[in-house]
C-alpha cells in the first residue's frame, strides 16, 4: 500500500500562513560562522546575578523544586510583584490580579487568546516586536500596523493610530520601551492612547519589558496606572531584562479581576505554571539587592554611547535615533536601493562576521536592529569589520 505523502496539506493556515522568523533564521546562520561578533540578541551577556543563582541552588537543594507551583505561580512571589508594581509603576495590585508566567511572552500569548476572537483587528504601531503580530494572527486575529514618526525619535502618530480604529478592533498593543527602536512613549501620548482606548471600548496590551532601562532623564510610565485604565489594561513585565535572566523563563502579567482568571484559562494548557526554580529565583531577584540593576543601566548607557559615537563615523552608511531605553537601536540603511534589509544582514555575517537581525523582522524595512547589551570591545569589534566591510563593498 502506498501513503500520500503531501504533509503540507497537514498543517493549519494559521501557522503556515506565518512567515519564517527573520531573527530565529540569523541566530541559525550565526551558529554556522566562526568568531561572530553578535549584536543581533537581545541577551544581556552580563549573566545572572549571583544571589539570584544562589537562592535557585538552594532551593534545589532543599528539594522545592520538583513539583508543580500553583497555575499563577507562588502566593509569596506574587505579592512580591503586586508590591513592585505599586512601588514601581504605580499600580494598585493584588496577588489575585497576577499571573507568573514562562517569560512575558507566554503572558502575552495567554492574554491574547483570551480576549481576542477570530476577526478582531489589533493596532500595532510599527516598528514593533513581530512575536506580538504573530500572537494575534495565531489566535485568529488582524494586525493593522500603524507606522511611528521616525524622525521625532519613532514616537507614536496619534492622528493616524486614532484613524486606524474601527468597528473591529478590539485591542492596541504595543511595547515600551520599543523593541526595536529604543523609543520611549511620552506620558502624554500614552494618555491619549487612553482616551482613544476609552472612547472606543479597547482593551490595551502593554509588554514592559525594558520598564527599568531609560536614559537622558526619560521615565517609563505604565498605563494601567492612568485614572480609569486599569480595568481595561493587561501589562506584561519579565524578571528576563531586567535581571538578565533569559534561560529562567520567567515573568507576570498584571490585569484586572475580571479579565485574570479568563487569561489564567488560557496559561494553564500552555504552561500549567512557571518553572519553580525560576519562581524562587524570581522572588530573590525581587527580595535581594537591586544594585545589579542599577549596574545594567550603567553599562547600557555606556554602551550606548558607544553605539553612536561608532555609528556617528558611518553617516554614509546609517542614520539613526538615539534610543532613549531599552538597550536596542534601530538605525536605518543609507546605501544604494535594492539592498533590503535582510540580504544586508545576511551580507554582514557572512563577509564581515557581524550578527544584526533585519529590520524587515519587525515591520521595519530598511533598517538593521543592533543590540547595546554586550560588552564594549564587541560593540567595537562589531564595528571595526563593518567598517572594513564597507570601505570595500562600496
Not at 10 to 18: G, K, N, P
Not at 314 to 343: A, V
Not at 363 to 374: A, D, P, T
Amino acid at each position: 500500500m502506498e501513503y500520500n505523502q503531501n504533509t503540507s496539506q497537514l498543517v493549519a493556515d494559521r501557522v503556515s500562513q506565518i512567515p519564517k522568523s527573520a531573527i530565529h533564521e540569523m541566530t541559525r546562520l550565526s551558529k554556522e560562522i566562526d568568531d561572530v561578533a553578535f549584536l543581533s540578541w537581545a541577551r544581556p551577556t552580563s549573566g545572572t546575578p549571583a544571589h539570584i543563582n544562589k537562592a535557585a541552588v538552594k532551593a534545589i537543594e532543599e528539594g522545592k523544586t520538583g513539583g508543580y507551583s500553583e497555575p499563577e505561580g507562588f502566593y509569596e512571589l506574587r505579592e512580591e510583584i503586586a508590591k513592585k508594581l505599586k512601588e514601581f509603576n504605580h499600580i494598585e495590585a493584588s496577588p489575585n490580579e497576577i499571573i507568573v508566567t514562562v517569560g512575558a511572552i507566554e503572558g502575552l500569548t495567554a492574554a491574547v487568546m483570551a480576549v481576542i476572537n477570530p476577526g478582531d483587528e489589533v493596532i500595532f504601531p510599527v516598528p514593533g516586536y513581530s512575536s506580538h503580530i504573530r500572537q494575534v494572527q495565531l489566535a485568529g486575529g488582524k494586525p493593522v500596523c500603524v507606522p511611528t514618526i521616525e524622525e521625532k525619535g519613532f514616537s507614536l502618530d496619534m492622528e493616524r493610530l486614532e484613524d486606524a480604529v474601527t468597528d473591529k478592533t478590539k485591542a492596541i498593543m504595543f511595547s515600551d520601551p520599543n523593541n526595536p527602536t529604543g523609543s520611549v512613549y511620552s506620558k502624554e501620548a500614552l494618555e491619549k492612547v487612553a482616551q482613544i482606548a476609552s472612547k472606543n471600548n479597547l482593551i490595551v496590551i502593554t509588554d514592559e519589558a525594558y520598564e527599568y532601562f531609560t536614559f537622558d532623564g526619560q521615565k517609563h510610565h505604565s498605563i494601567a496606572s492612568f485614572p480609569g485604565l486599569k480595568e481595561r489594561v493587561i501589562s506584561a513585565f519579565t524578571f528576563t531584562k531586567t535581571y538578565a535572566m533569559t534561560g529562567w523563563r520567567i515573568g507576570y502579567v498584571h490585569a484586572s479581576p475580571e479579565l485574570i482568571p479568563q487569561i489564567k484559562k488560557a496559561h494553564i494548557p500552555f504552561a500549567i505554571c512557571a518553572p519553580v526554580v525560576s519562581q524562587y529565583a524570581a522572588l530573590e531577584a525581587l527580595r535581594g539587592p537591586q544594585k545589579c540593576v542599577d549596574d545594567f543601566r550603567r553599562h547600557y548607557l555606556t554602551t550606548r554611547n558607544l553605539m553612536c559615537e561608532r555609528l556617528d563615523r558611518m553617516t554614509h552608511i546609517f542614520e539613526y535615533q538615539k534610543p532613549k531605553g531599552s538597550y536596542l537601536m534601530f538605525p536605518k540603511i543609507k546605501l544604494e536601493k535594492g539592498r533590503d534589509s535582510l540580504t544586508l544582514a545576511k551580507q554582514l555575517l557572512k563577509e564581515a562576521h557581524v550578527s544584526t537581525t533585519p529590520g524587515i523582522a519587525f515591520r521595519g524595512e530598511g533598517h538593521l536592529r543592533l543590540s547595546f547589551c554586550v560588552p564594549e570591545k564587541t560593540i567595537n569589534k562589531a564595528f571595526d569589520r563593518m567598517k572594513d566591510y564597507f570601505n570595500k563593498s562600496n
